[in-house]
């Protein structure tokens, strides 16, 4: 059975995707964008500001390491905002919001990321967040040639993962003396080597810098493979997942408190969080409206070749109107969440190219809803209420408008009806978590 929470929750998790260019594909068309400034600090400096006043958890930046996205024309993921430079900016213009950054462990080392996010820990006073990804492109940038197999890639990341850790619990939490009159400023006796020699890494240790405010950063997995699966239930403080409807989070969830507690954890320790685009206007029709405008942007010539790169199939004959055959479609497991996310949409949902297209491009296999603040209020606490999720993921269909409309008129709905907090309960992103700073 499943132990009572030691923190009871009663407000959900929010956190949100930062992609300046817009969760939407092609939404910087959009007039109002501020499309020109992608990079600068002042654009994501006031778009973090407004999720801070929102009072969200934290801002999460995704980062992939290499420009094929570029050749078709599609910026939304692109690598504008090298996560650890702008988190670390953004310390010093924030006070309370968490900063969760990505880095893969497929290009980095051990001890460079411990330091990296303990840096920013220590920064911003306790609230870094590492978003652990083992990425599927990029290798050709680091002298590889294409990704290994899942298998392999999370066994380096389960290593990985587990030296950094115990590179940030390498010293003790009362290392450190400062004693002016002995003139020992840190406990020798508080430092502990790791010697660690693994199949991937080798590593002394100790690190250099004193232990996280938190004790560990948070640490975030999104992968659904079984191998990815295992990590995140492993080691994650916060999993985020897509999600297209509630019935299969309800079944996500459900799995990952089993896998959790089949690793000696409690299943509270950890967040479940899928993420969520909503188009939000004032009425619901003009939530439509806004939404299909918003797919008038796309290219679908492009959004054809994205389907086809995707999903790994021939598609060059199928008409807009007319339904991908079924038997094109691989049953292999191993394809990848998002491939059966999308096989589902066109066979059972009986999705035309055209449709396929739009929802790929507007969500990415999230799930999506146009509607009012209340509207989506509604279908957020549902999936909250009925063991869906912990909390949401935030993606912002456009920006900065489609982010003002989340940040003033969807969460101050929920922080009405009580699902959300109105101010910032602790200083670090555990406290506002509620999840437990590890001991060391
Ligand atoms: C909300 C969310 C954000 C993600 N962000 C990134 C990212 O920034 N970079 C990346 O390479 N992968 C990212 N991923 C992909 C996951 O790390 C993972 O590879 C994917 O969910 C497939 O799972 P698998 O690796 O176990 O096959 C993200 C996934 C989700 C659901």
């Not at 896998?259 to 619901?284: F, H, Q, W």
Request: overall charge negative; proline content about 6%; charged content about 25%.
């Amino acid at each position: 059975m499943t132990a009572a929470p030691k923190h009871p929750t009663n407000h959900m998790v929010l956190t949100t995707f930062m992609l300046p260019a817009g969760y939407h594909r092609d939404s910087w068309r959009r007039p109002g964008s501020r499309a020109e400034e992608l990079g600068n600090l002042s654009f994501v400096a006031d778009l973090t500001q407004m999720a801070e006043d929102a009072k969200l958890d934290a801002v999460f930046f995704g980062d992939i390491v290499h420009a094929n996205n570029l050749f078709r024309n599609d910026i939304m993921m692109n690598g504008f905002y090298e996560p650890i430079s702008v988190l670390s900016a953004l310390a010093a213009r924030t006070k309370n919001i968490g900063l969760i950054g990505t880095m893969s462990t497929s290009f980095s080392e051990p001890y460079n990321a411990a330091r990296q996010f303990a840096g920013l820990d220590h920064m911003s006073g306790g609230r870094a967040g590492w978003n652990i990804v083992t990425s599927r492109d990029g290798f050709a940038n680091f002298g590889g040639d294409s990704a290994p197999d899942p298998a392999q890639r999370y066994e380096r990341a389960a290593e990985f993962v587990d030296v950094t850790m115990r590179l940030w619990d390498s010293w003790s939490d009362d290392a450190i003396r400062a004693d002016r009159e002995s003139g020992v400023w840190v406990d020798p006796a508080g430092l502990k080597p790791l010697n660690h020699q693994g199949r991937f890494y080798n590593v002394q240790g100790p690190i250099n810098m004193p232990r996280p405010p938190q004790g560990r950063p948070v640490l975030v997995q999104a992968g659904s493979s079984v191998p990815g699966m295992d990590l995140g239930s492993s080691v994650a403080d916060v999993i985020y997942t897509a999600q297209p409807r509630k019935e299969q989070a309800q079944d996500f969830y459900a799995k990952m408190r089993v896998l959790v507690e089949s690793k000696g954890r409690k299943a509270d320790s950890i967040k479940v969080v899928p993420g969520i685009l909503p188009i939000i206007a004032d009425t619901a029709q003009e939530a439509e409206e806004l939404a299909a405008e918003l797919a008038g942007y796309l290219d679908l010539d492009a959004g054809r070749r994205q389907i086809s790169g995707d999903l790994k199939i021939d598609i060059d004959d199928i008409g807009f109107d007319e339904r991908i055959p079924a038997e094109r479609f691989s049953e292999d497991p191993d394809r990848g969440s998002r491939y059966h996310i999308f096989r589902k949409k066109s066979v059972e949902g009986q999705m035309t190219l055209r449709e396929l297209i739009v929802d790929r491009a507007r969500s990415t296999g999230h799930t999506w809803m146009a509607g009012t603040a209340g509207q989506v209020a509604d279908a957020m606490i549902d999936w909250f209420t009925s063991g869906a999720c912990d909390g949401f993921n935030l993606n912002s269909p456009f920006n900065p408008g489609g982010f003002e409309a989340i940040c003033h008129k969807l969460v101050p709905e929920l922080q009405e009806r009580g699902y959300f907090r109105q101010e910032y309960e602790g200083t670090t992103l555990r406290d506002n978590l509620k999840l437990d700073r590890p001991a060391a």
